[in-house]
């Protein structure tokens, strides 16, 4: 549907729209490569600490829930490799 001017303070809303619409696109545009490395060090930051836990952690974890050890072992190799490495 076209947009259709009736007066000054239609142009004035309609500049307003698209400007704060556009400001948004910039913003998030521009904030990808922060949030990229944001998220980035938060998984080298979870690796590291599941990486020094005692082997003893470990074997609790796994007699205490071993579906749940299962499946964080399961998350800690997906962070891996969307990290890139093999730990």
């Known amino acids: 549907m076209p947009l259709t001017i009736h007066d000054a303070q239609d142009a004035v809303l309609i500049a307003k729209l698209e ?6 696109e910039f913003i998030r545009e521009w904030m990808q490569p922060v949030i990229a490395v944001n998220q980035a060090k938060q998984v080298d930051q979870v690796l590291q600490f599941w990486d ?3 082997p003893e952690a470990h074997v609790l974890m796994e007699q205490t829930d071993p579906r749940q050890h299962a499946q964080t072992m399961k ?5 891996r490799r969307k990290r890139g490495d093999n730990g």
Do not use: D, T
Request: charged share 35%.
């Open 75 to 79: 998350k800690v190799e997906e962070l």
């Open 19 to 24: 400007v704060e619409s556009w400001a948004e």
């Open 52 to 54: 020094s836990l005692p």
